[in-house]
T-cell receptor, first 108, second 112 residues
């Protein structure tokens, strides 16, 4: 599975959009990009996934660059409850080691 | 619907002992994966099971083993416990063709 690189931490003001980047320059053509988040002491929660096209669901939007070497998770209106560690994974969450992720802190 | 259930939630064991952790996946889910989470190493993949067969295995010593039963429930076993095995052990399940995995709340193992 391809490795991913994420910034260790980010802050976001409540109500504003949170944009979390992820680099995955060694991604293979058939590998998906997955995003999960983990709120303190709970198991990770699946957010969204994508292959080539941008994706949106009730939780977030996923923007994947045309060369597929990077992606951005967008939380359109961040709330305090979105404070968590966000993980970007390439391949399959069922067999991938999660990196250190990005700790997103949403501030009032 | 019921989520992924892991038992027990907390466990304290002595170095050298062995431990068995249990995971009941969401009804209908046949893929089960196990992870170890520690502050220093993050969330590391242990193994994945599908239809009672181990499909993938992470880079862990042979002291870590697992199995899956015909009802998709899974167990993992750690023998000859070491202090470094203290961690949160997470189980996740999924439909075979689905993309998102659902995680349980984990079992917190402390080795003393």
């Amino acid at each position: 599975d391809a490795k991913t690189t994420q910034p260790p931490s980010m802050d976001c003001a409540e109500g504003r959009a949170a944009n979390l980047p992820c680099n995955h320059s060694t991604i293979s053509g058939n590998e998906y990009v997955y995003w999960y988040r983990q709120i303190h002491s709970q198991g990770p929660q699946y957010i969204i996934h994508g292959l080539k096209n941008n994706e949106t669901n009730e939780m977030a939007s996923l923007i994947i660059t045309e060369d597929r070497k990077s992606s951005t998770l967008i939380l359109p209106h961040a709330t305090l409850r979105d404070t968590a560690v966000y993980y970007c994974i390439v391949g399959s969450a069922g067999k991938s080691t999660f990196g250190d992720g990005t700790t997103l802190t949403v501030k009032p | 619907k019921a989520g992924v259930t892991q038992t027990p939630r907390y466990l304290i064991k002595t170095r050298g002992q062995q431990v068995t952790l249990s995971c009941s996946p969401i009804s209908g889910h046949r893929s089960v994966s196990w992870y170890q989470q520690t502050p220093g190493q993050g969330l590391q993949f242990l193994f994945e099971y599908f239809s009672e067969t181990q499909r993938n295995k992470g880079n862990f010593p042979g002291r870590f083993s697992g199995r899956q039963f015909s009802n998709s429930r899974s167990e993992m076993n750690v023998s000859t416990l070491e202090l470094g095995d203290s961690a949160l052990y997470l189980c996740a399940s999924s439909f075979p063709t689905a993309h998102g995995y659902t995680f349980g709340s984990g079992t917190r193992l402390t080795v003393v």
